[in-house]
T-cell receptor
Framework: SQQGEEDPQALSIQEGENATMNCSYKTSINNLQWYRQNSGRGLVHLILIRSNEREKHSGRLRVTLDTSKKSSSLLITASRAADTASYFCAYSGAGSYQLTFGKGTKLSVIP | EAQVTQNPRYLITVTGKKLTVTCSQNMNHEYMSWYRQDPGLGLRQIYYSMNVEVTDKGDVPEGYKVSRKEKRNFPLILESPSPNQTSLYFC????????????FGPGTRLLVL
């Protein structure tokens, strides 16, 4: 399977702390995206980083990409209780339209 | 409002009874796909479609069928459901650029007894 892996599987932090989630993948990629899922609901797109980019910001989100290590990280700064959700990385391989998802990190932010 | 809709949202059925889960999008997207989500396994792609009358297998296509007769609709068909198809199903769509955001439906929770 070419499915990506997120690390950690679960993360529990206090409100106001930063949360870092990592994603590793196995193939050459065109881009990598991060999605958020509130319990049992549809996924919502957060941010996309292209294979030729190393870092990208969007509000309290910071994404990095290291193609040599085939890994990405998502940093959520100053977390809020409303950030409690599962976070998935997803990537499309070079030359492919398919989006492959990782298994997700479940984030709990304690008020 | 841009959206992907799925019906039904919840379904309980019995082994062998054919069912269809509908999916529709209003964004004129060419690319549509179906995923199933199971605990510990994340999202796995079942089938995808690049355009009308063009469909292809994803990672876990066994036991499923799809059709794409119209651009906006992409139904998922289970001809003879089995208990191992109990899962949470998501339909998704996006434009043809790989950089485009993928939009997800709200999910269909299926229980096969």
């Amino acid at each position: 399977s070419q499915q990506g892996e997120e690390d950690p599987q679960a993360l529990s932090i206090q409100e106001g702390e930063n949360a870092t989630m990592n994603c590793s993948y196995k193939t050459s990629i065109n881009n990598l995206q991060w999605y958020r899922q509130n319990s049992g609901r549809g996924l919502v797109h957060l941010i996309l980083i292209r294979s030729n980019e190393r870092e990208k910001h969007s509000g309290r989100l910071r994404v990095t990409l290291d193609t040599s290590k085939k890994s990405s990280s998502l940093l959520i700064t100053a977390s809020r209780a409303a950030d409690t959700a599962s976070y998935f990385c997803a990537y499309s391989g070079a030359g492919s339209y398919q989006l492959t998802f990782g298994k997700g990190t479940k984030l709990s932010v304690i008020p | 409002e841009a959206q992907v809709t799925q019906n039904p949202r919840y379904l309980i059925t019995v082994t062998g009874k054919k069912l269809t889960v509908t999916c529709s999008q209003n964004m004129n997207h060419e690319y549509m796909s179906w995923y199933r989500q199971d605990p510990g396994l994340g999202l796995r792609q079942i089938y995808y479609s690049m355009n009308v009358e063009v469909t292809d297998k994803g990672d876990v296509p066994e036991g499923y069928k799809v059709s794409r007769k119209e651009k906006r609709n992409f139904p998922l068909i289970l001809e003879s459901p089995s208990p191992n198809q109990t899962s949470l199903y998501f339909c998704a769509s996006r434009g043809t650029s790989r950089r485009e955001t993928q939009y997800f439906g709200p999910g269909t929770r299926l229980l096969v007894l």
